[in-house]
């Protein structure tokens, strides 16, 4: 490990090299400048990756590690409907933890900037027991045209981007002691944020409410349902599992960050948005006290009450 | 400790009750959205405190925490001569740690938050070994006029606000062993950051370079130095001293939160700044390579050069 300082002006010079016009100063000074251009709102999200809570340092390479910490928060970014603007990074290291983790940690972390052309703005390092990543994602969307979880209404289809629960199986492969080499193209170790199918749908105006699906289908519709004051019917024949996903991973496994969004009856959307497919997969009820918020319609036509039960940190330790 | 689902919405209920009419949105979707009036920059600083680094849970009282981690984002903000507009939480705690830990840091941290108008507009929360605390703060400042670390020129003042040394001499006490009563006014537990003599000096136009004392005056001056290219001359005798605090605290403890900052030498200063009394400490002279970025006079009239060694996380460990 380098000594605070060598590691900050090390940070400082890997980050320079991207740059956003919104970011007027980045690393440097007390605080990071931004200015927005005139119309445009702020968007915020932060999301804390701690040490054998949210990665595995046994199975998860560093690079991996860094990628999915940014693309929790670009995953949310995209939920907006938003375009993302610049990173922030806080990291605490464990003194004895050597600097080429730090290295492939920034190079995954950085690689998936780039890609967004999002600048690492500035941050804080600290020491600490276990690797502990908190990102601060910037983004920006024209005033009043945020992607909201509240706008779902009685009537709506629901849809999902992608595959649901590739991440989770993989995870339950490695949680089994399974060896699996990280490939740039495995969900688990590589997702990939949907930003373009969220803008694509901002600008024509056509969800009603969206999130990213990171904690699991189950859990993030129910959030959308809280929201929005309504409930929910799904089919299980519908829903798009991942090769190797059963429906219950694809339910309630996490880490996916793909897209679940609602739209008008009335709307006709194309079977793929910004390349990546789309799946019809049930249609918002009206909010009822006697009824469960989300419901399951199984491929023998019956219903059944679905309790959402995804990942829940403090649930599981 | 309360289940995550069930902290968050505790939070967001307790988070509700202060309002910034530049955040249209806070908890409760996958961003917080925020629109800052014509003309003002984006000021964004983050600062990660960690168990048994930042703080020790055996003399550190919850409130005294939560306050601290805020204040020390509320003193970036500062640094610059910002308005705080809003704050994010990201919190990691041992699902073991008591209820009322958590209700008590807090209450410290919005209880600050309260009296800078500055509402809680988001975060994360994981399950974690040890406590962590990263707070985001965000601040606007009308564009251009944020103060930098990069405008001192040779022949400007140095200043400092309040005493130095004063929360460094309370932890050397601490870590002694000594009990020593967290009462409001002792600044290692409760640091007042100096949000309005700042605001005072970006208002007039009269400082060309201020940093918050975090680390210590004479790593915070290197930052100035470093930043601005110049190099500084301060008088021992000139050193606003805390009471208890020597010469060496005064100098190199970290923690106190004061102001540091220069300007020319035709301005003409205060004996106090929003209440708040203003020293002035010695001052800018070109950049040598010959020459130590820091030389200090003492009270014989001896010029020595004067190290950086303020608290360097990862060279304690």
Not at 131 to 153: C, E, Q, W
Not at 176 to 191: L, M, V
Request: one cysteine or more; hydrophobic letters at 40%.
């Amino acid at each position: 490990m380098l000594p605070e300082r060598q590691l900050i002006d090390r940070i400082r010079r890997i980050a320079g090299r991207v740059k956003n016009r919104d970011v007027i100063r980045g690393i440097g000074d007390d605080c990071a400048i931004l200015q927005l251009p005139a119309g445009q709102q702020l968007l915020v999200t932060t999301d804390l990756c701690v040490e054998d809570v949210h990665f595995c340092s046994e199975w998860d390479p560093a690079q991996s590690v860094g990628h999915r910490c940014l693309a929790r928060g670009l995953s949310d970014i995209a939920a907006m409907g938003g375009e993302p603007v610049a990173c922030f990074l806080s990291l605490g290291i464990p003194p004895k933890l050597p600097q080429k983790w730090v290295d492939e940690f920034l190079r995954g972390l950085l690689h998936l900037a780039r890609q967004f052309h999002l600048p690492l703005a500035g941050g804080d390092t600290s020491s600490s027991d276990k690797i502990i990543a908190d990102i601060l994602l910037l983004g920006r969307i024209p005033s009043g045209k945020a992607l909201l979880r509240s706008g779902a209404r009685p009537g709506d289809r629901i849809y999902v981007t992608g595959e649901l629960g590739g991440a989770a199986a993989v995870l339950k492969r490695l949680f089994a002691g399974e060896e699996i080499r990280p490939n740039r193209t495995n969900r688990h170790f590589y997702p990939v944020p949907r930003v373009e199918p969220a803008r694509w749908l901002r600008k024509r105006g056509l969800a009603s409410a969206t999130i990213d699906i990171s904690d699991g289908l189950s859990v993030d519709l129910a959030h959308i349902c809280q929201e929005s004051r309504v409930s929910a019917l799904i089919e299980a024949a519908a829903i798009p599992a991942a090769r190797a996903a059963t429906l219950d991973l694809a339910l309630h496994g996490g880490e996916d960050y793909e897209l679940l969004f609602t739209a008008d009856r009335g709307v006709k959307l194309p079977n793929k948005i910004a390349g990546v497919p789309i799946a019809q997969i049930g249609r918002i009820l009206p909010k009822s006290s006697h009824r469960s918020q989300i419901q399951i319609q199984d491929r023998a036509g019956q219903i059944k009450v679905l309790n959402p039960a995804g990942w829940q940190h403090f649930a599981k330790t």
